[in-house]
């Protein structure tokens, strides 16, 4: 069975479609009632988006983003691969032991001792699942895995048998599915069904579908397959056509119950299906779709904050939801309609997804009691340690900003929350530099409180700056990518550096954050070999 069975419904109001999800806000909503279905939310985040090259998360940042999934309310975390490595094994089991709420699965292929492994990880959660995995399609049969049909189909129910040993919730994904023998597939969910699985999960693997097709294998798989009424039915999207979401929700339209998904939508090449674009599509198109998410919407913004920084993996801003543009109005036409009412321009609120806009403003003259009231309002209650290092990080960057605002302290306590041991800390740094001039950098760094200072010449200040870290750390650098944005509004905004840094041969990320873009890259940079050391550099 699902995370509460294969099919909740609960009888909602259908709101005035013409006017858009704010449209009741000061008219009535049209009051037909409709039957809304649950659409499960499965986020793999921790698995299939920590598969990008360079987003490896360690133990630490995997409990911290899946405290944070529990927080949004998804269904089920997917917190890794156990077998993959046995540090995965322990970050599962670490998320299944602290993690309260959400589904707990542990990937698994089709054998034996992938789904031990699982099954070690997972076997604290409060509710446990193996979700076990093989290909189905002739390509990876005959290519990948050299079996044929029938002794694939053989291996999958005698891996559904073995895991169900262990656990009640057993997934299985037919892999590469939406290129698959239409009656092959028929037969797969049929057999895995019968030997105990609870979900099936038909994931389009490679992203080839489309969303007419996907969502007519959907309803064909409900009528062929019987067995499928009393399980959940799962679909699981990449985005190698840009077509992640639209085939999830053709498939929810066609009657699949759980989606498969990431915050930000990472996940290997083009990503996965974007958990935030579902999520707000079943909000904000409620009526059209008849099903709905569990998912509490304010926390998404902080959400897609968090994963964008512990992956080291941009949000590009006129990403749908969560980037930086998705809610900036600039052309003069539209600013002039959203003064006169929002719902001109805009169909979804920013606080719906967490982006909320204070009107008491934090200064550096502002106390530890406005703080942590502040703190609270954005729903942070950090113990006392965390707490001095946010006040004290507040304290600096009041110092240099007029006014701090909610993306601001979002962006301070992010930082705080997810720092890496420091081998090397920041303290401080001079810059001279101009374009007539070489670029002159010397930065002050912390080694255990012994002040180590030295200077250096670059091609650009930042290229200075990152030499002089280098020289203190005794380390060499590759900069292997750089990116520098603005995180929060106006001309004093924070800017946010995220590098990737080749050292002895591996590639580390790191992010730093400032109003001063020069000190934000490079604590960026620092950051970088501190994960390095951290590694054991
Ligand atoms: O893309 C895929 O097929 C997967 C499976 C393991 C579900 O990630
Ligand atoms: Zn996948």
């Given at each position: 069975m699902g995370p509460a069975g294969p099919c909740e419904l609960r009888a909602d109001f259908r709101e005035n479609a013409a006017q858009g999800a704010n449209g009741n806000q000061n008219s009535k909503p049209n009051k037909d009632r409709i039957m809304s279905r649950r659409i499960f939310i499965f986020d793999t985040t921790l698995r299939d988006g920590e598969q990008v090259p360079g987003a490896k998360l360690n133990k630490r940042q995997k409990i911290e983003i899946a405290q944070q999934l529990a927080r949004l309310g998804v269904d089920v975390i997917e917190g890794g691969f156990p077998c993959s490595s046995p540090e995965d094994l322990l970050a599962v089991k670490a998320i299944s032991q602290q993690v309260k709420g959400p589904v707990v699965a542990g990937l698994a292929r089709a054998v034996n001792q992938d789904i031990d492994a699982a099954w070690e990880a997972v076997r604290d959660a409060e509710r446990p699942r193996i979700h076990v995995f093989l290909g189905s399609s002739d390509i990876h049969l005959q290519?990948?895995?050299?079996?044929?049909r029938a002794t694939a189909l053989e291996m999958a129910v005698e891996a559904v048998k073995y895991a169900k040993r262990y656990c009640e919730d057993i997934e299985y994904s037919t892999e590469d599915a939406s290129r698959t023998d239409f009656e092959y597939l028929c037969r797969v969910m049929d057999a895995v069904i019968k030997a105990g699985a609870t979900v099936v999960n038909v994931p389009d693997t490679v992203g080839y579908a489309v969303p007419d097709e996907f969502g007519e294998v959907i309803r064909r798989l409900k009528e062929r397959v019987p067995g499928l009424d009393h399980v959940t039915l799962s679909v699981h999207c990449h985005n190698d056509l840009g077509l992640a979401v639209a085939n999830s929700l053709a498939a929810i339209r066609n009657g699949a119950n759980q989606v498969e998904c990431t915050v930000n939508g990472v996940g290997e090449r083009a990503g996965n299906a974007s958990l935030e674009e579902i999520v707000m599509i079943l909000k904000t198109r409620h009526a059209t779709y008849e099903a709905h998410s569990e998912i509490r919407t304010e926390e998404i913004y902080r959400t897609s904050r968090m994963v964008s920084r512990l992956m080291n993996i941009p949000v590009q801003p006129n990403k749908a939801v969560v980037g930086s543009n998705a809610f900036a109005h600039s052309s003069g036409i539209h600013q002039d309609g959203i003064l006169k009412d929002r719902r001109t321009y805009e169909i979804m609120k920013p606080e719906d997804v967490g982006i909320r806009q204070h009107k008491i403003v934090l200064t550096a003259r502002s106390g530890r009691a406005a703080l942590k009231h502040r703190l609270s309002e954005l729903g942070y209650k950090p113990e006392q340690e965390l707490f001095e290092r946010i006040y004290s990080r507040f304290l600096n960057v009041a110092d240099r900003k007029k006014e701090i605002s909610s993306q601001d302290l979002n962006a301070i306590v992010e930082i705080e929350m997810t720092k890496v041991p420091e081998t090397f800390s920041f303290h401080s740094m001079q810059i001279m530099s101009g374009n007539t001039m070489v670029p002159l950098a010397s930065v002050t760094l912390l080694k255990e409180s012994v002040t180590l200072t030295d200077a250096a010449t670059g091609n650009g200040p930042v290229d200075a700056v990152f030499k002089v870290i280098e020289r203190i750390v005794g380390q060499h650098g590759i900069l292997r990518d750089y990116d520098l944005k603005a995180v929060t509004m106006g001309k004093d905004a924070l800017g946010e550096a995220m590098v990737r840094v080749e050292i002895n041969g591996a590639v580390y990320s790191g992010i730093g954050t400032s109003p001063d873009v020069i000190e934000a890259s490079a604590r960026a940079y620092l950051n970088a070999f501190n994960r390095f050391f951290a590694n054991g550099g």
């Open positions: 290519r990948k895995l050299r079996r044929d």
